[in-house]
């Protein structure tokens, strides 16, 4: 079974529930899931490795936490839908990515980090307070911007070592006609911009 498959099985919602998350067990996905996971070397949840979110259109790397599940992928219905076989192969190793370069730790000391600074900055005694706060506030955004932009760009390249540079340009592509994210967001570049840099690495 393709995951165009399991797609249209689950967003059809055999109950009709469709906005229900889905938990898939590995006898539910496709082989090349388990086998793209141990040549990154990433270990996924033992028995539900993967959640689909029918109506949501966009995709995540859930890590291992304390007293909970193992590392997951939550993928949106809504979004592979319209998504390639080769896109969503590309999908799935950028979300790998996030979890072998294990971009969530980096993101939470960054933030800490950033804080610290906007704190620093907003008390310092030279600076008047308003003008301080700002600024402190600015240190805060632009460093969590730039830390997960960095994070970004990084699980292309590193997606783009395991399953080819074509088959992540091929999900960009999509994502840009798509009209997916045509704005820069705190937490995500636009798809162009994560073209263009890929490109640029290559």
């Known amino acids: 079974m393709t995951w165009q498959d399991i797609f249209r099985l689950h967003v059809a919602g055999p109950s ?3 906005d229900e998350l889905v938990e898939l067990g590995w006898s539910d996905v496709p082989e090349s899931l388990s086998e793209l996971a141990e040549r990154m070397h990433v270990d996924l949840d033992p028995h539900f ?3 689909i979110a ?3 259109r966009g995709a995540r790397a859930l890590p291992k936490l304390k007293g909970r599940r193992g590392n997951r992928i939550r993928l949106g219905g809504a979004l592979a839908e319209s998504f390639s076989a080769e896109a969503l192969e590309a999908v799935l190793a950028h979300e790998l990515a996030h979890l072998k370069c294990r971009h969530w730790e980096l993101l939470l000391l960054g933030c800490v980090l950033a804080a610290l600074g906007g704190i620093a900055l ?9 003008a301080g706060i700002i600024a402190g506030g600015c240190v805060l955004v632009g460093g969590f911007v730039g830390m997960s932009w960095a994070a970004e760009f990084e699980a292309d390249g590193v997606a ?5 540079h074509s088959i992540v340009r091929t999900m960009l592509r999509e994502l840009r006609v798509l009209r997916f994210r045509r704005w820069p967001e705190l937490t ?3 798809d162009s911009l994560r073209l263009k840099h890929l490109d640029a690495t290559k």
């Open 160 to 164: 783009a070592n395991y399953v080819g």
């Open 16 to 18: 009709g529930q469709a």
């Open 188 to 190: 995500h570049p636009t």
């Open 122 to 130: 907003g008390l310092a005694p030279h600076v008047p307070q308003v």
């Open 54 to 56: 029918p109506s949501w």
């Open 49 to 51: 490795p993967v959640e």
